[in-house]
């Protein structure tokens, strides 16, 4: 059973960072894209970033709102991916989800994600 758990979020000040970890179980991360979502009140579910992995090479997708802030890891022998966010903003406030693709390509469409972890809230504020 695949299994995606969130962590890492919290409360910050304008400008800081946070770090969210997604821990896949069940599943080898190289094989699929892994995807980052958030959703804020009221808000539909927005992408934020993808990675996959295919023939050695890694490939990276940021959504506009987050290019050049956000960035994406991996660390196979956890079998996690990493977002790191740096200069967060008032309005990156949301709920964060982990998603595992059907593919090896990323996509920015939450449809062509199957698998959801349960979310962690990230809030940013002064």
């Known amino acids: 059973q695949v299994r995606l758990v969130e962590s890492g979020g919290g409360l910050v000040q304008p400008g800081g960072s946070l770090r969210l970890s997604c821990a896949a179980s069940g599943i080898i991360l190289a094989i699929y894209a892994m995807g980052w979502f958030r959703q804020a009140p009221g808000k539909e579910r927005e992408f934020v970033a993808a990675?996959?992995?295919?023939?050695?090479?890694?490939?990276?997708d940021y959504g506009d709102s987050v290019k050049g802030r956000f960035t994406l890891s991996r660390d196979s022998a956890q079998n996690t991916v990493y977002l790191q966010m740096n200069s967060l903003r008032p309005e990156d406030t949301a709920v964060y989800y982990c998603?595992?693709?059907?593919?090896?390509?990323?996509?920015?469409?939450?449809?062509?994600?199957?698998?959801w972890g349960q979310g962690t809230q990230v809030s940013v504020s002064s």
């Open positions: 998603a595992k693709s059907r593919t090896d390509w990323t996509s920015q469409a939450s449809d062509d994600y199957d698998t």
């Open positions: 990675v996959s992995w295919r023939r050695h090479i890694t490939y990276y």
